[in-house]
């Protein structure tokens, strides 16, 4: 009986810790951008790195990059606008505490914010 009860209270205590882990989403986007020591045709470079901070892979990623503009070519493999919106990775999985980083040069540089993604835990 006792063991039957620890067993139950292990598994309803692992089924929280694994809710907990998956309890992950667009908070656990991390959006970095930095300024390269580059200039491409006059204008200045930046690094955007989208580092996924989640135990889980996080894939379908849309962030907001309304306006956005670039005179170095960006692979729309990593990223590519979707009408006000752009797609990270191509929508592919990003894996759990991976970085995705892409290159542009444009003067100001631009604000992304995650919209959305799929987290698959
Ligand atoms: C861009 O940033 C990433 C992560 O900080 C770094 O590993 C990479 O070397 C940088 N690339 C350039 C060209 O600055
Ligand atoms: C872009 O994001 C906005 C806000 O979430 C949403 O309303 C809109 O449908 C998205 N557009 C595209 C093309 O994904």
């Not at 889980?56 to 990223?79: H, N, R, Y």
Request: net charge negative; charged share 10%.
């Amino acid at each position: 009986m006792a063991t039957t009860a620890s067993i139950i209270h292990a598994l309803v205590l692992f089924n929280l810790l694994f809710k907990g882990f998956c309890q992950c989403g667009l908070q656990d986007i991390t959006i970095g951008t930095e300024r390269t020591s580059a200039l491409v045709e006059g204008k200045q470079e930046w690094n955007v790195s989208f580092i996924n901070t989640c135990k889980c892979p996080q894939q379908a990623l849309v962030v907001s990059c309304d306006g956005f503009q670039t005179v170095e070519k960006v692979s729309p493999d990593v990223f590519a606008p979707v009408g006000n919106n752009c797609t990270v990775n191509g929508g592919r999985p990003i894996p759990p505490f991976a970085t995705v980083q892409f290159l542009y040069a444009w003067d100001p540089p631009f604000i992304f914010v995650p919209l959305s993604s799929q987290v698959n835990c």
